[in-house]
């Protein structure tokens, strides 16, 4: 939106800037959106009830001929589109119709698509995603395509095509594709949280691979554990067998101190660990995992149940003699 707010400047009057709370992965907050209000000497509101009557007496007040969203909160009411003669335009990062709803472009990558559509679109009463298209531009998700490089390339054309759909409305009114509504042409994406990033090295190299480029900054990132260690994968690369192998999914068999990287087995082949960081550390990857003896996930619990069965074990044949 800060990339959008600036362009607009140059070509349109901008009257008002609302906002809600940010999320963690937003590279602004409100307090900016606030800072730039002011600097324009325009109204500013910060809420999560845009419906209310103060806020829609607000948008009344400012006489705008149209408004812009990217990421808002919550369904917005007919009361608010109708307080702009041209609507709302929404920015969405997904290929509308299919991909709608929340971290479309994290599940486009998990989904294995292989381009993302970014979106501007007219905001419905009370309805997901599902307005008019107006504009709409692709971005192609290649085999080590990641949600940062999506994000950045989101903060370049988005702006543009806000400018486009604008100057559009402004010459044909209305205008827009119709999305369709056919049950079989929609996926509601729904959102993701922090622990839906676990790398599970039973799953293929390649869903290692979409899960950790899926994850990736502004997220938390992809994580697995070794030992009571818990590492963040910034990024990996899938590799097959050089030789046969037996080993358990999770299995160390590569250790490189100089690059700091390593090898472990998946389901179909190697993750090579590119880059990492240790959570709560400061020692590097190879520090922590020293031993082609080790493996990811296993951890402290998993040495304790080994050790509870054990004594079970010994307390039987104790019993016996």
């Given at each position: 939106m800060w990339n959008s707010l600036k362009l607009l400047e140059n070509k349109h009057e901008v009257v008002l800037i609302g906002t809600s709370k940010s999320a963690p992965e937003?590279?602004?907050?409100?307090?900016?959106?606030?800072?730039?209000a002011q600097r324009l000497g325009i109204p500013f509101f910060n809420t999560t009830k845009i419906n209310s009557d103060e806020i829609v007496s607000l948008l009344i007040s400012v006489r705008a001929d149209i408004a812009i969203s990217i990421n808002w909160v919550n369904l917005i009411g007919q009361e608010v589109i109708n307080c702009f003669p041209n609507g709302i335009l929404n920015a969405h990062i997904g290929d509308l119709p299919r991909y709608r709803g929340n971290a479309c472009p994290n599940w486009a990558i998990l989904n294995g698509e292989k381009r993302i559509g970014i979106s501007i679109h007219y905001m419905v009463s009370n309805e997901l995603d599902a307005g008019d298209i107006v504009e709409k531009e692709y971005y192609p998700i290649e085999k080590d395509t990641d949600i940062t490089q999506i994000y950045e390339a989101a903060k370049r054309i988005i702006p543009q095509l806000f400018i486009s759909a604008i100057d559009k409305i402004e010459k044909h009114k209305n205008i827009g594709i119709r999305q369709s509504e056919n049950a079989q042409d929609?996926?509601?994406?729904?959102?993701?949280?922090?622990?839906?990033?676990?790398?599970?090295?039973?799953?293929?190299?390649?869903?290692?691979?979409?899960?950790?480029?899926?994850?990736?900054?502004?997220?938390?990132?992809?994580?697995?554990?070794?030992?009571?260690?818990?590492?963040?994968?910034?990024?990996?690369?899938?590799?097959?067998?050089?030789?046969?192998?037996?080993?358990?999914?999770?299995?160390v068999i590569m250790i490189d101190r100089i690059s700091d990287k390593i090898d472990v087995i998946a389901k179909d082949g190697i993750v090579r660990i590119e880059k990492a960081e240790?959570?709560?550390?400061?020692?590097?990857l190879t520090e922590i995992v020293t031993s082609v003896r080790g493996r990811m996930n296993y951890s402290v619990q998993d040495k304790l149940f080994e050790l509870e069965q054990r004594i079970k074990e010994l307390e039987g044949k104790k019993n016996d003699l």
């Open positions: 937003y590279a602004v907050t409100e307090e900016w959106f606030e800072q730039e929609i996926l509601r994406c729904y959102p993701r949280i922090p622990t839906d990033s676990f790398i599970d090295w039973n799953e293929s190299c390649e869903n290692i691979s979409r899960i950790v480029r899926a994850s990736c900054s502004p997220f938390d990132g992809a994580y697995t554990f070794f030992g009571e260690y818990k590492i963040k994968v910034l990024c990996c690369s899938v590799r097959g067998f050089p030789t046969q192998v037996l080993a358990i999914p999770g299995q240790v959570m709560g550390s400061l020692k590097k």
